[in-house]
């Protein structure tokens, strides 16, 4: 699997982003699809994971009411949808495939990913 993370930018504050990562090279329709981030001088972090059917999501307590996942299977497709954004959500952020084949959203270490996309930066200006 391949995967292509997109739509990270520049946004004041209070605003919002829209990421997407596009997978090629097989289906990723039975993984749990997760996001991470990393910001400069920290390690990488969890963000969400959502099931493969979609119906189940995980979130930091961060980003908890603010950010949301979503994935269309057909497309082999996922998102993160980023609304109320805060300084602190500045980082280079990475989606992944779960290691195996599963539909549990409790995959929040960096190990249980095996597939990742090259990153996305976002910045989000005070």
């Known amino acids: 699997v391949q995967l292509q993370a997109s739509g990270g930018g520049l946004v004041q504050a209070g605003g919002s982003l829209r990421l997407s990562c596009a997978a090629s090279?097989?289906?990723?329709?039975?993984?749990?699809m997760g996001w991470f981030r990393q910001a400069p001088g920290k390690e990488r972090e969890f963000v969400t994971a959502?099931?493969?059917?979609?119906?189940?999501?995980n979130y930091a307590d961060s980003v908890k009411g603010r950010f949301t996942a979503s994935r269309d299977n057909a497309k082999n497709t996922a998102h993160l949808q980023m609304n109320s954004l805060k300084p602190e959500d500045t980082a280079v952020y990475y989606c992944?495939?779960?290691?195996?084949?599963?539909?549990?959203?409790?995959?929040?270490?960096?190990?249980?990913?095996?597939?990742w996309g090259q990153g996305t930066q976002v910045t989000v200006s005070s």
């Open positions: 992944a495939v779960s290691t195996v084949v599963t539909n549990t959203v409790g995959l929040r270490r960096v190990s249980e990913y095996y597939y």
């Open positions: 090279g097989r289906t990723f329709s039975w993984y749990t």
């Open positions: 959502i099931s493969w059917s979609g119906i189940s999501t």
